[in-house]
């Protein structure tokens, strides 16, 4: 499994306990792990039917003779992988709990989106206008036109017509439609890989590449 949080793949036992707890969903299990790396505990809800053991095991599945469904309650975690790590503090964790949010609560979601969003355009491509709208309007300009599509579509999908506030404070939680939520994540994604993730690729591979001309000795 990868540790939720500090995504490193571990192998490592369970303590599972079965309860005597059964509905139409089937027989209620647990089973808790700790990460041997960074010693975050993960608990997953196990359901099943006819449990056979209990205690230390290697995989939860031995628990029950048939194991239906097996879901992470803790920690929260969201669908979507983190910011990738050559993406600044600030924003991955915008992006990160905006992600997290997304099934609960879209409208909060799409409001950390916009802002993070807004951010990214001011402060990395030196676009500043009056309002959110606009500043697409001038990125659409600048960045490759997968990127650009996605930004036009943001405006689009979440109604900033209609929606004036949506544009001129960007972070305020506002009524979303359909969508707009997990594509405000989407395009966000693409932009940092854009801004961030290309880039730093790039230079990897220079160093690289200057590394293996440098004369040997030198
Ligand atoms: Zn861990």
Known sequence: MICP??????????????FHMTNDQGQHAVAAYQCPECSGVIVDLVLGANPRAQGFLADPSQGFATTDS???????SSSRPPAPPEVPRSYASDYNEAALILADSPKASAALSRRCLQHVLQRELNIKKNNLAQEIDEAIKHVPSHVGEGLDEVRRIGNFAAHP???????EILEVEPGEAEWSLDVLASLFDHVFVGPAKMRARKAALEAKLKPAGR
């Open 70 to 76: 097996m879901t992470t309650i803790y920690p929260r």
């Open 5 to 18: 949080h500090c995504r490193t793949a571990i192998r490592v036992a369970c303590q599972f306990i079965a």
């Open 165 to 171: 506030k949506k544009s001129e404070a960007s972070g």
